[in-house]
């Protein structure tokens, strides 16, 4: 059975190397707040020009259902890529409604995010089956050997569907993309702030060579 | 006078991991860690069931009860032998220490070691 299904995911891969898919469904994962629906945003805002994915907060899980938008057309490196984005809710392995309250939501209020957050992970979590490759989007600034960062590489490895490592927040003073690199070698990074709209150039160049 | 409080770890060998099945490991992690302990797992998970545990994770999460776990293992090492690869064991699992969210927290974590303290409730 292993055998099996190692072949048939080589074979795909090896299809889609040769056929080049010129149309992909990317989500965007990363733990919560290193800037996933900031940069979802703004590649929204670059390319159709209109709308957002959704509202920006320094609370932690403020995206609890994962948004997708559709037909985004990308042109970058001579080439065009069609992208249906999705925006995922932060990846996380506990949920502690008193981390809501210590940023002045009500308990009340504070519990509802909880609640609704983990229905976020497990929805993120869900999307992973159903996507042709991700954007993992990392704060430049924060430590990069997270367990949400080592296990979504794993997963995407795993799957042997590309990954490209977005260092974000690159406005930051204390920001250390090399960090980054040092942690995850063996991927493709490309260090933006999304925020300010710095590298987002390179970052699409990026997308079209990955994939594309 | 120095009170001595303890700490229950729980170090599962790579021969017991390799015997069950994806959910009879990711059961027997919840279970001992909603009951306070800290589980080292010699050879750890792979990538899908540490995915399947943050989602049951999830699902167990409750107020004033449990708040989820803190994980941390090592990047992916790839299968290096033939056999592995004809199998598509191409990425092994790594050495994994859970404990319950609130009571072990990382210090620090990089390439080649993790230190993590442990907190001692009353």
Known sequence: MGFISSFRENLGAWINKIFKKKRAKIGLYGPPNAGKTTLANRILKDWSGE????????????????????????????????????????????????????????????????KEATEGVIEAIKWLDDLD????????????????NVTVIGNMEARKLPLLIVANK??????????????????????????????????????????? | ????????????????????????????????????????????????????????????IRVDEFSGIEIESYPSKKGGSFLDKI????????MTVIGPANQIHTIEKDKYQISTKVSVGD
């Open chain 1, 51 to 114: 709308g957002t994915f959704g509202t920006i907060s320094p609370i932690p899980h403020e995206t609890r259902r994962a948004i997708r938008k559709e037909g985004l057309i990308i042109n970058a490196n001579g080439s065009t890529i069609e992208l249906d984005i999705v925006d995922t809710p932060g990846m996380a392995t506990k949920i502690d409604f008193k981390e809501f309250m210590a940023f002045g939501l009500s308990e009340a209020e504070s519990k509802k995010r909880a």
């Open chain 1, 133 to 148: 490759g991700i954007l993992l989007v990392m704060d430049s600034s924060e430590d990069p050997y997270t367990q949400v």
């Open chain 1, 170 to 212: 690159m406005d930051l003073p204390n920001a250390s993309p090399s960090r980054i690199k040092a942690a995850f070698p063996q991927h493709a990074m490309v260090q933006i702030s999304a925020l300010e709209g710095s590298n987002i150039d390179n970052l699409y160049q990026a997308i079209a060579t990955n994939f594309g």
């Open chain 2, 1 to 60: 006078m120095i009170l001595m409080r303890e700490v229950h770890m729980d170090l599962i060998s790579e021969e017991k991991l390799e015997n069950m099945t994806s959910m009879e490991k990711i059961r027997l992690i919840l279970d001992k860690v909603k009951n306070g302990k800290i589980v080292v797992l010699e050879s750890g998970l792979t990538p899908d069931e540490e995915v399947r545990l943050i989602e049951m994770t999830m699902t167990e």
């Open chain 2, 87 to 94: 199998f598509g064991k191409t990425l092994k699992g790594r």
